[in-house]
């Protein structure tokens, strides 16, 4: 994986500091049934290198939403974790923009990189606030129409992942009659899982259909 340095300034401080980022990011079309492109031999990580944290005001959001800058930059971007780089862009979006859909990608994210470095106890939790403040961004439709069907689907599969089996499957049965087709398709594989009290990840099938 390339990384790139980037100078970047910060939109709230307006302090410049240096980011490592990915230029690019290759999709394969492949997802996990918590639709991340991580499965088989396809474990790209990149999420890692998506987030970036303000050195100075502590500003925790995507990369790319720090403008890029050509002066020189002497500051680098903290080493934090980037889970916890997450954790803390969640709790921005919640507090600042009271977004939640933003808040819980954030947290899905968080969820995701805290599984690559094996903080088990920091994953499920952060699972679990993924899936509360997603439900809340269908209430207070911060999500996107587009987005809509995969959210109502990701909200149960989260619930398995982190372990409550029993309320994914109880979600489920209240949404399922509404999901697009490839969405039920997996609920159902999800439901099942849950009822073995399983929280293993399986693939999404059928992701580009
Ligand atoms: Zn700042």
């Known amino acids: 994986m390339q990384l790139v340095e980037i100078g970047v300034k910060c939109p709230d401080c307006g302090i410049k500091f240096t980011s490592r980022q990915l230029p690019e990011v290759y999709d394969t079309g492949i997802r996990n049934s918590e639709l991340r492109q991580h499965w088989g031999d396809v474990k790209p990580c990149y999420e890692h290198f998506a987030v970036a944290t303000c050195p100075s005001c502590g500003r925790a959001d995507w990369a790319t939403s720090f403008p890029p800058t050509q002066e020189i930059c002497t500051l680098n971007q903290p080493q934090s974790p980037p889970h916890v780089q997450y954790r803390q862009a969640a709790l ?5 923009g009271k977004d939640f859909y933003a808040a819980g990608i954030f947290y899905l994210y968080a969820a ?17 606030l993924a899936a509360e403040t997603l439900r809340k961004s269908l209430v207070d439709v911060s999500c996107p129409i587009a987005n809509r069907a995969e959210t109502e689907y990701l909200i149960g599969e989260l619930g398995r992942r982190a372990g409550d089996f029993e309320p994914c499957r109880a979600y489920y049965q209240s949404v399922i009659g509404r999901l697009p087709s490839k969405y039920a398709l997996m609920a159902r594989k999800v439901m099942r899982l849950a009822e073995l009290q399983s929280d293993d990840l399986i693939e999404f099938e059928n992701v580009t259909a």
Do not use: H, I, K, S
């Open 92 to 96: 921005r979006a919640e507090r600042q």
């Open 112 to 128: 995701w990189c805290a599984d690559d470095v094996n903080a088990v106890p920091q994953a499920r939790q952060y699972r679990r």
